[in-house]
């Protein structure tokens, strides 16, 4: 795995206010902290925690995927969050994969590793996260 | 731990190669021949590395020529001004790769190092440390002895020196004057390829028997090259495939016979066992494994050539990044069979040529992302995709985010063979010096009126990161096209 890519593009994160962390231990993981939602006005959480999966072949293989903690009141109204993808484990917690893939026909650009990162993938998660049900 | 102030530089108990690609070796011979014939020059370089069980491979990445004023144009060596030396040392803060200086002997002197090279090399060894803190000091000489590029240099890392053994440059073969002595005379060509060496000449012959090729994949178009350059004499053949024969695969693979597929023996053990059986003499290092894992990865880097024979997008990618990062000349190919109403339409060859100054496959625009992943998943991961596929139809939504289908990839014996005998021919032209293949990229179609034949050439992209980390070796991991995944089961070298 590409890890020293991986610690750089969460470097990029920090120096950009983005507080997110590499957790590799059983499938390798990006926590992203304290992610801003949409949810105040609807009397959900206004931040959360986010984790992705660190694709196998990383960066030739596409980041895809986004998972909320098991049982978050925002996962019945995230964009595929009913659409349950795995439960994985980091961080002492469950999380829940949902059906999430925007550089897999999900609206978001094609994949491009030269472009792409867990840097650039946040946008992604804000704008998911902004787009409550 | 010795001091770079002791400098007898021995060879080390593994070899150590230098890898040069084309466009460094010809700015860096533009630079340090031109006071030739009586003069020298120099330049700083800097070099990415690799530390295997093999030895230490060394990959010049780029060059930090002397400005105005910072060599002393007024006498015969090598003289470097402090600031140019500060300058270099300064930069060397700012970047992972090693340093050292590169320099000339007038013509027809031979590349041994001097008493001043030697003092040379002591003091910049000791310098440059201050700054690159640990990285490797090299020490390079060039020069034309009888017409011939004759390349010398030493290493001063962990607190030894040890001699350069190879010298390996892209496509042109060159010998190393190891320790700055003139190399053995060849030996005459065998009986055996007698026909070659009348056709390409008894030199070229001898290059095929120094030279290393290693072959990814020994499937199809894998067993055929490997069969082809077994022949042709090759020294030494790096093999590596992760799977074992299967009956389906007997109409292919050259070597294998049905007990092989009934005992499920592994491609690289047929392969080895039948490169020993056309020639005893050639050296078969065979891994059960794929590339980019780190043994296999060790061993590729050592290699004068790569062929990439498994027709993945994911190997292709793992393929080029050898080229870029280790400087190793490659060849990817690829066959397919269209049809349909009881007629084969195309049977369609391709041979991707990857040089370190190539694009990389993303730049070619060959690479699908969604099939990349699919390659790199988990048996476990595929199967859950798949169901969510399912599911997905069911609800009567598209499937393609959790799966797409790939079709399967027909091919028949003679369409690999043929291939891969091109590419072993291709590699065969590369060893020698003799040839080059005239294309980037050719596609043909076997029964298209006149072969269909088309090159696609394209350069790299503005911002890939394939034009910056040529020659970066290890130091460029970050930027590495592929990763391993971590489901692949360990390497296993039989």
Known sequence: MSWERIERELKKLQEGGQSADLLRNGRSLVLYRDVPTAGAPLGLPSTTDVVVPVPEGFPAALIDLAGLPVGSPLLPRVKGGQNNQGIVTGDGRQWQLASYHPHNGGGGPTWDPMRHGFHTYLDHLIAWLARLS | MAGPSQLTARAASSPTVLRLAAPEVHALQELVFRRYPYAEWATFGRFGWRDTPHGLVLSLAALDPPGAGDLDEHVGHVAIAEPYSLRVALTAETHPLAVGVIHSHPRDYAPRPSPIDDDMDRYYAGYLDGFTRGRPYVSLIFAVVE?????????????????????????????????????????????????????????????????????????????????????????????????????????RIHGSVPGHAANRVPKVVLARDHVRAIDSHIDVQAYIGSLPQREVLDAVVTANVLLGCTDQQHSRLAVADVAIRYLVPSLDCGVLLEGGAGKITGQIAQILRVLPADPCPWCREMIVPQRVAQELMSETERARRRLAADAACARGEEPDPYWQDQPQLNTVGYHTTMVGAMIAGYAIGWLTGRFDPPFARLQMNLVAPLLDVTDVDVSAGRDCVCRRIRGWADQGVADALITPPSHWPAVRPV
């Open chain 2, 147 to 251: 017409d011939e590029l004759a390349v010398s240099g030493r290493v001063f890392w962990k607190g030894k020196w040890v001699v350069v053994d190879r010298v390996v440059i892209e496509r042109n073969p060159v010998r190393a004057w190891v320790g700055g002595a003139r190399p053995l005379p060849r030996a005459p060509s065998p009986e055996r390829t007698a026909r070659l060496a009348a056709a390409f000449g008894d030199e070229a012959a001898s290059r095929l028997r120094e030279s290393t090729v290693a072959v990814i994949g020994a499937g199809g178009t894998g067993s055929a090259a490997i069969e082809v350059l077994a022949r042709a004499g090759v020294g030494r053949l790096i093999i590596v495939d992760p799977d074992v024969l299967e009956e389906s695969n007997l109409e």
